[in-house]
């Protein structure tokens, strides 16, 4: 049985469709800053513990309002 690797990284798509928004919506929150990204040569990239980290304080924040 093959074991599934989980990826370290997601492209702005993938990113996308697992949070339910558009793709420029994506683009829009890496260029707005804060938002986890890298360049990996001309590939920009969201590290799936960034991700999650940023979701986690996102949720903190909503709840603190």
């Known amino acids: ?4 690797l989980t990826p370290l990284a997601v492209s702005p798509a993938e990113c996308a469709r697992l949070l339910g928004v558009s793709r420029p919506t994506i683009y829009t929150l890496i260029n ?14 969201i590290p799936v513990d ?10 903190e924040i909503e709840v603190k309002q």
Do not use: C, N, V, Y
């Not at 049985?1 to 599934?4: C, F, H, L, R």
């Not at 800053?33 to 920009?44: A, H, I, Q, V, W």
């Not at 960034?50 to 949720?59: A, M, Y």
């Open 50 to 59: 960034g991700l999650r980290e940023w979701i986690s304080s996102r949720t």
């Open 1 to 4: 049985m093959a074991d599934k």
């Open 32 to 45: 707005q800053g804060g938002f986890p990204s890298f360049k990996l040569g001309t590939r920009t990239l």
